[in-house]
């Protein structure tokens, strides 16, 4: 089952949605934040009739398992350009996320001006990057592997066997499987999808859930791979950002992101 | 009056606030963007019952005019260490912001591992550098600056003289006026107080109306001047990022924030 798919939302009345979190979607069984959010961000889309989210916020409150889902939406604005909804996933009668987004029409590339000051993250060829696929048996890579494709950084990708890189960062290549086309949507999972940058830490870090994730859409993806770099700077006080960023095959920029998760105590 | 005063909400029934917005804390007429949202914090912490805003983001839908404003609060989800609200501030019957955060209780230091890659922003002392100080009769510096207090970077403050750095880029000291102490709710209001990075690019760049903006509050800062450093490094299809980091004047990171906001057509 493709992406598209697997976040379906189908109409239940006025500002009601009915979804499913589909098994394999999943990392320990918790269900990918990035592919949970992109079921609301459909329904909100749906509500508001505008179909890219430009500005987007989950916070996280409760683990999402497989299996039917609702999704309240509510518009709270639409305007001429933008238009502004809350979201919510509730799966076994507790909220899993509460967010709120503010999408609009990105079909048509704007004329204002333009400049880049951080290049694209440079990365050697997809063949030459190491892919991350589940093993039947085995909790590492995640099942939600097997539904995109992510090809990593060599350098960044090593964490498994002790090859820690030392640097908060983890690169990499992403497509949907069967090079399913990767709208806005399917750019939430993107900002979601790699491991943590903690990974590659040379700090006592097990587990980091996710607080609170907010994605920028920038553009409409061209067709082809996604380059994805993610980076941290501040482990402090408990917490740490992930910073992401994802360019398509053409050099723009299509996606920002940030989100704050926890450190589990040392 | 302080910021404690400007901010202040008196409770009008379940969820359910009075405010207003004061007369100065404004930007060519429009009441800082921080500021708005700090009043909506406040009365979501009242609400939820714990002090620090750990991450919140802010829709901005509509300039909040000087006057009398209602904000209503509801509960998400209110767990042992965190609790999470939707906020939302009316002025003239529209709504000018809808937020969603978490709370928590940062008094407490964590015995996480920590990381710091990289170091707050290089500053010539306080004394040193350029106070922004409204002029009577005069637009710019605008009536905002008034209320709390900002020395620039000298490299990035000639702005206004036709002399924009070429980095889109503002670092500065803030403070709140008298010396107030500053508690976690006024970061908010400091991670939207210096002038826009735009001013400092060379791009025909006008006013740069906010979008969204999420900020995550990571520890209490402690007395003194706080530094400030915002950054943008992607103007592109009409959007830019600003990014900042606040620091206190032990080198704790109290504030990482980023918002969304919108490029004039060229």
Same mark, same amino acid.
């Given at each position: 089952m493709g992406f598209a798919t697997a976040t379906a939302v189908s109409s239940d009345g006025p500002g009601s949605w009915k979804a499913e979190i589909v098994?394999?979607?999943?990392i320990g069984s918790r269900a990918n934040g990035g592919y949970m959010l992109a079921i609301v961000a459909r329904a909100m889309a749906s509500d508001l009739d505008? #179909?890219? *989210?430009v500005t987007i916020t989950a916070h996280y409150l409760a683990p999402g398992p497989a299996g039917p889902v609702r999704v309240t939406t509510s518009v709270v604005r639409s305007g001429r350009r933008f238009a502004t909804a809350r979201g919510r996933l509730v799966a076994d009668d507790r909220v899993s996320l509460e967010v709120l987004g503010t999408f609009g029409d990105l079909s048509e590339p704007s004329d204002a001006p333009t400049l880049v000051r951080v290049e694209p993250p440079s990365m050697p060829p997809v063949e030459e990057c190491i892919p991350l696929e589940p093993v039947p048996?085995?909790?590492? #890579?995640? *099942?939600f592997m097997g539904r995109v494709e992510i090809r990593l950084h060599p350098d960044d990708a090593r964490f498994s066997e002790g090859?820690?890189?030392?640097?908060p960062r983890i690169r990499g290549w992403f497509r949907l499987r069967e090079n399913e086309p990767i709208d806005t949507l399917a750019l939430l999972c993107a900002v979601d999808?790699?491991?943590?940058?903690?990974?590659?830490?040379?700090?006592?870090?097990?587990w980091t859930p996710t607080v609170e994730l907010t994605a920028h859409i920038r553009a409409r993806p061209a067709a082809g791979w996604l380059r994805c770099a993610f980076t941290t700077n501040y482990v402090t006080n408990g917490f740490l950002e992930e910073d992401g960023v994802i360019w398509d095959s053409t050099d723009t920029l299509v996606a920002q992101s940030r989100q704050l998760a926890l450190v589990p105590r040392g």
């Open positions: 098994d394999g979607w999943d505008r #179909p890219d *989210p048996g085995q909790a590492l #890579p995640p *099942p090859g820690a890189s030392g640097i999808a790699l491991p943590p940058t903690a990974f590659n830490a040379r700090l006592p870090l097990g």
